[in-house]
């Protein structure tokens, strides 16, 4: 049976390898020219207008390409390798369309290297704002994940709690965040005080309701078996119901992260006069596309980053499941 | 594990009711049962009958409306690791692994006696999979591993609901050894329920038949024969046509 567990992951692993082992695989060495070609492109060919930065970009255009090549090399770039020509030929199109032949509308489609020079020029602003964005949410999530958890917790648990502040959830708890922040910055003196308190109700309240319905979900007869065993009220919360309901917690956890995401656009737009939500309305303010594509970029990786992040806390937590979703 | 004194318990009078739909309803009436120390105690019924509920208020996981529940001779006032059960589902914790959940007693009680874990483990013949998610075994490997998780805590009584009801027949048969082994082996009273007769027959030392809404003891048979039975034994044959016919199956036999 042990043998049986261990074996459907491992054939799953072998097939991948068994198939590059049998007759080498080419393809990952497409990555490396299609990189090459795009530098290629990018120096060779004359700009159409005086953009900034041309050589450098036609010169990590071409280390990627090599970097692509020692990975591919050393087999590292199986799975992600359609991933990698793709990009290398997109970028070369890129290039080839905006700012060799102009094609698009300027300024509000902008060339590679214009990208690359807000980069060049302004990465200290980008991370600064990356900084206090990630401050702002870090503060924000963290409190309305730690509140949300507890508040469901009295919802599923504590009959008088669940009385008294079923109603106000249900009353509070749909609006939209966004809509409270006027009054917010009325209320609360610091506007990134304002800003954490919003975020931390916008992540705080669909933890709080999964929260509550795991609990509630959890089956009695596992309460019966640790209160057969001498277990008191403590145990049941931390070590039964908790984790019981921490598939809907972490439900409740990612849908939080996409609404506090959202809160604090808005709330670096509207308040809070730092983070890259200003940072993108700046630049709206100065018609300074490429900063806006520029801080886009930043934003959606940092996003993604911490969805990431998220999911692979998941796994750990969630590894005796049967099944997980693979991000 | 040392193998601790078995309890004697006393069901003195015990009424029970439920209240369902807003009418109380009565499913256990006037039950009066001596069960004494390290006895193998069936408890025989049809479904409804409220065997189920009788076994909870031996745990003490309910009080009962009326009537009394002594463990030797001190009323129950809750549950305790004295009397443990067994549910016809396995109840392991999900997100524990095989000896996790065995040890779960011992997390409860705060102390860490990684030994008598061991020896459990050994005991329900689960060796090899003590590192296992509950999801990956098969049901006979769960209700081992549930019954591993009860005996590590050296119970004086173990109260079983259908433990084997969800089992197939063949692993079933392999499980009603392997309890009968254990019980003699550590002296624990215990009070099983099933609906199959010849499964109480096998085990027991005494059969308790409840019947009739609410329930009530309508039969309790002594079977003064050791172990190992023989399922054509002659006698047991008689005993489980006994038993049909208190049941209201007499027309069968
Ligand atoms: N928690 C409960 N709430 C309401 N009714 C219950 C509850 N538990 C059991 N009952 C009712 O009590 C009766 C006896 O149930 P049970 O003890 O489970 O019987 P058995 O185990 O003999 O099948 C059934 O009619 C059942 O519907
Ligand atoms: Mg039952």
Not at chain 1, 102 to 131: E, H, M, Y
Not at chain 1, 198 to 226: N, R
Not at chain 2, 78 to 83: A, I, L, M, Y
Request: charged share 20%.
């Amino acid at each position: 049976m042990s043998g049986l567990l261990a074996a459907a992951p491992a054939r799953l692993g072998a097939t991948g390898r068994r198939a590059s082992a049998r007759r080498p695989d080419w393809r990952p060495f497409l990555a490396a020219p299609a990189w090459w070609l795009a530098a290629f492109v990018t120096w060779y060919w004359p700009d159409a207008d005086d953009f900034p930065e041309t050589a450098l970009l036609s010169r990590l255009l071409a280390l990627v390409g090599a970097v692509l090549f020692v990975a591919a090399l050393s087999g590292r770039l199986h799975r992600r390798g359609p991933w990698a020509v793709a990009l290398g030929l997109a970028l070369a199109a890129w290039e080839v369309v905006q700012a060799k032949l102009l094609w698009l509308k300027r300024p509000f489609f902008g060339t590679p290297q214009d990208l690359l020079d807000v980069f060049v020029s302004d990465w200290r602003r980008l991370a600064d704002s990356l900084a206090h964005s990630l401050a702002l949410l870090g503060v924000g999530y963290a409190a309305g994940a730690l509140l949300g958890v507890a508040v469901g917790v009295g919802l599923g648990r504590a009959p008088r709690f669940r009385y008294w502040a079923q109603p106000v959830i249900r009353l509070v708890g749909p609006l939209p965040p966004a809509a409270l922040l006027p009054l917010a910055f009325v209320l609360i003196p610091s506007s990134r005080l304002a800003s954490e308190a919003l975020l931390a109700l916008a992540a705080g309240f669909p933890v709080a309701i999964l929260t509550w319905s795991g609990i509630a979900a959890v089956d009695p007869a596992l309460y019966d078996v640790a209160r057969t065993m001498g277990a008191k009220d403590r145990f049941l919360v931390w070590r039964v119901a908790l984790p019981a309901a921490m598939p809907q917690i972490f439900v409740g956890l990612f849908m939080g992260l996409g609404v506090s995401f959202a809160m604090l656009v808005v709330a670096e737009m509207l308040g809070v006069k730092s983070g890259l939500g200003f940072y993108l309305q700046w630049a709206q303010g100065w018609a300074a596309y490429p900063n806006m594509y520029a801080a886009l970029l930043v934003m959606s990786v940092m996003c993604s980053v911490l969805m990431s992040l998220l999911f692979k806390v998941r796994d750990r937590v969630l590894r005796w499941q049967k099944d997980g979703l693979k991000w | 594990m040392v193998n601790a004194a078995p309890l004697s318990l006393r069901i003195a009078d015990v009424s029970h009711a439920y209240r369902i739909d807003g009418a109380e309803r009565t499913v256990l009436d006037g039950i009066d049962l001596r069960i004494a120390p390290g006895a193998f105690v069936a408890l025989l019924g049809a479904s409804g009958s409220g065997k189920s509920t009788l076994l909870r208020l031996m745990a003490g996981l309910e009080r009962p409306r009326s009537g009394r529940i002594l463990a030797d001779d001190v009323e129950i006032a809750g549950p305790g690791p004295d009397r443990l059960v067994m549910f016809q589902d396995p109840t392991l914790y999900p997100w524990r692994s095989v000896r996790g959940n065995i040890a779960l007693g011992h997390d409860i009680a705060g102390r860490g006696d990684r030994d008598a874990v061991e020896r459990a483990i050994d005991l329900v013949g689960l060796r090899g999979f003590e590192r296992a998610w509950p999801h990956q075994l098969s049901g006979g490997m769960a209700q081992r591993a549930a019954l591993a998780r009860a005996l590590v805590n050296a119970p004086r009584a173990l109260l079983l609901d259908e433990p084997l009801g969800k089992l197939d027949s063949l692993t079933r048969l392999t499980m009603q050894t392997e309890l009968r082994r254990l019980w003699e082996q550590r002296g624990f009273t215990a009070v099983m329920v099933t609906h199959d007769v010849e499964e109480a027959l096998l085990l027991a030392t005494r059969v308790v038949v409840i019947g009739g809404r609410p329930g009530r003891v309508i039969g309790d048979i002594a079977i003064d024969m050791q172990a190992p039975r023989h399922r054509d034994d002659a006698r047991l044959l008689g005993l489980r046509r006994d038993i049909l016919g208190q049941l209201g199956h007499r027309e069968l036999w």
